[in-house]
């Protein structure tokens, strides 16, 4: 009898107080996230829509990610200061785009001849990249993680051969970052495009050449409609890392196993965009090629060595901004010496051996 009057009490009692589920509910964390790539954007946009489902499956909904494509809650370029402001949680962007706030944003992205995906990793991750970031980004009330990265980037899609630096003179280009200002210095007239409005800009001749990304997400813009060369390498962003960028508020607040995973989510994203993006553009350069009739070309040498001049005067404007940015220029500069280095004697001859060797690139 005593032991049937235990379980009885016992199924009252839990009757009474369930257990799991309400403590789940009043712990969940809303999460709005928004973006500077359009919905369903092949490569850019649909790693931040990867990332922001990731987020949800990973936390079992307990966080609980509504995620804004560019232009669905606020435009492409004002996804900094929504987020700084609290109105939205995060973003997902290039920071380069915030160099009028602050030219240290760039390197965070890309800066002219600067690091490679490889390299921007290992400054960020085991190099101080990452601690210099928290610093610029507390001034903002943010915190930034790595969250993609695009690989080295084609030079850009031009409506005219260009044999010299004196081709770039006048022409109106879509290029933002610190390769805008190296165009700028070159005599080009460097324009700021959200990706959404590239295409009808290039169609409609307001603008005479873009940069994008490289043919896997190039190919979906259709720039080879408006734009026959395809010019490579690019000296503008030769590792494009991309950035969750946080209310630096809200995220303090989250609990220690919330920061574990959605940083952990970052890096995973990081890994992957940089993946996807290396699988696909081989098969994509041959489709603008013989599908589209893209004729690719290589930027000479006498253009890449103006280039290269042009970049030394905006990395030491940039560099004498204020004393976080020279530290931040200095310490990129520094990560592209000792890791780039190595990586000259390693990645980079390997590469170049095995070419040669089996034959990769012959024409």
């Not at 770039?168 to 700028?184: A, E, H, Q, T, Y």
């Not at 800009?201 to 997400?217: C, F, H, K, Q, R």
């Not at 965009?273 to 006498?302: C, H, P, S, W």
């Not at 560099?319 to 990586?343: K, N, P």
């Amino acid at each position: 009898m005593k032991r049937r009057a235990f379980l009885k009490g016992a199924a009252i009692a839990g009757a009474a107080a369930p257990l799991a589920s309400p403590a789940l509910s009043q712990n969940k964390v809303e999460m709005s996230i928004v973006s500077t790539w359009p919905r369903d954007f092949p490569g850019l946009g649909i790693s931040a829509q990867r990332f922001a489902a990731r987020i949800t499956e990973l936390t079992d909904g307990d966080i609980d990610v509504t995620y804004y494509a560019a232009g669905e809650k606020v435009g492409a370029f004002d996804s900094f200061d929504e987020v700084a402001s609290g109105n939205s949680q995060a973003y997902i962007a290039a920071d380069y785009y915030w160099k009028g706030k602050h030219p240290g944003w760039a390197p965070f992205t890309a800066i002219p001849f600067g690091l490679t995906a490889t390299e921007i990793d290992a400054w960020i991750k085991y190099a101080g990249g990452q601690e210099l970031w928290d610093e610029l980004a507390d001034e903002f009330g943010l915190k930034n993680f790595a969250c993609g990265n695009t690989g080295v980037q084609m030079g850009g899609w031009f409506n005219k051969e260009i044999n010299s630096a004196d081709d770039l003179k006048g022409l109106k280009m879509r290029i933002p970052g610190l390769g805008g200002d190296v165009m700028s210095k070159l005599g080009a007239s460097p324009v700021s495009l959200p990706g959404g409005q590239i295409f009808e800009n290039l169609v409609s001749g307001a603008i005479d050449a873009t940069e994008w990304v490289g043919p896997y997400n190039d190919y979906f813009m259709k720039f080879y409609e408006a734009a026959k060369y395809y010019y490579w390498p690019g000296m503008h962003e030769p590792g494009s890392q991309l950035a969750l960028g946080m209310n630096g508020k809200w995220w303090s607040d989250l609990s220690g196993t919330h920061k574990a995973i959605i940083e952990a989510a970052a890096n995973e994203e990081n890994s992957r965009q940089m993946a996807e993006t290396n699988a696909n553009n081989g098969e994509y350069l041959t489709k603008l090629i013989e599908e589209n009739g893209v004729e690719l070309r290589e930027f000479n040498d006498d253009v890449y060595d103006s280039f290269g001049e042009a970049a030394e005067e905006v990395m030491e404007e940039a560099r004498d901004h204020s004393e976080l940015s020279a530290r931040i220029f200095d310490s990129v500069t520094a990560a592209r010496q000792d890791i780039g280095g190595y990586m000259a004697i390693a990645d980079v001859a390997y590469s170049i051996k095995r070419n040669r060797v089996v034959g990769i690139g012959d024409n």
